[in-house]
């Protein structure tokens, strides 16, 4: 049973608009959640971390929410640009043993 | 920030034949290092943890005399695909985590290995 649950499993844009990456786990006890985006055929790429205290954390026009009580984290793209078409992942790391839980993913196509 | 290095980048190999990827910290010290399996459009599989100076911890279900995992020194891992089929095509990623403590894992560029 997959413990990251991301959605949706992918997305079309539009060139400078904006949207919003869904990402519920289940991962117990919590450590710290990250955002990679990963593009075709390359390593995944960190956008963001965060640990159970935080609530936002920014980079760049990539914009990351936690929730801890209700086990949800969000990405937010704002004014996307076609640079920006990849594969999203959510991954959650848990405290005893650092074990990392990957999220499917969410493919974001940004068009002109 | 860290830089993990996987070479090569892309290899093809004739089936029965083995075939080495390496993985290395190119600025720090890894004590632990992780093998992924990536299909496409899939998410990252763990197939094993790889820790400097012992033996790996494979992941059920993977092989371990199929897929050898070496961590000799602080700084790089190898996998080896031995005897290769085609079913073993797939892209490999690996990542090094700085230090015990500090719960931060970088990713290499991965690996397409493609078996003919």
């Known amino acids: 049973k997959n413990q990251v649950e991301q959605s949706p499993q992918s997305l079309i844009i539009l060139e400078g608009k904006n949207c919003t990456l869904q990402?519920?786990?289940?991962?117990?006890?919590?450590?710290?959640l990250r955002w990679y985006k990963q593009d075709t055929g390359r390593g995944p790429v960190s956008l963001t971390i965060?640990?159970?205290?935080?609530n936002t954390k920014s980079n760049g026009r990539y914009t990351a929410t936690l929730d801890a009580d209700t086990k949800q984290s969000s990405l937010h793209i704002t004014a996307s640009q076609l640079s920006d078409s990849a594969s999203y992942i959510c991954?959650?790391?848990?405290?005893?043993?650092?074990?990392?839980?990957f999220g499917a993913g969410t493919t974001v196509t940004v068009r002109a | 920030g860290a830089v993990v290095s996987q070479h090569p980048s892309r290899v093809i190999c004739k089936s029965g034949t083995s075939v080495k990827i390496e993985c290395r910290s190119l600025?720090?010290?890894?004590?632990?290092m992780f093998w992924y399996r990536q299909f496409p459009k899939k998410s990252l599989m763990l197939m094993a943890t790889s820790n400097e100076g012992s033996k790996a911890t494979y992941e059920q279900g993977v092989e371990k005399d199929k897929f050898l995992i070496n961590h000799a020194s602080l700084t790089l891992s190898t996998l080896t695909v031995t005897s290769a089929h085609p079913e073993d095509s797939s892209f490999y990623i690996c990542?090094?985590?700085?230090?015990?403590?500090?719960?931060?894992?970088?990713f290499g560029e991965g690996s397409w290995l493609t078996v003919v």
């Open positions: 600025d720090f010290q890894a004590t632990t």
């Open positions: 990542s090094a985590r700085m230090g015990e403590l500090e719960n931060t894992i970088y």
């Open positions: 965060m640990t159970f205290s935080e």
């Open positions: 991954v959650v790391s848990r405290s005893n043993d650092y074990k990392l839980s």
């Open positions: 990402c519920n786990y289940t991962v117990s006890p919590f450590s710290n």
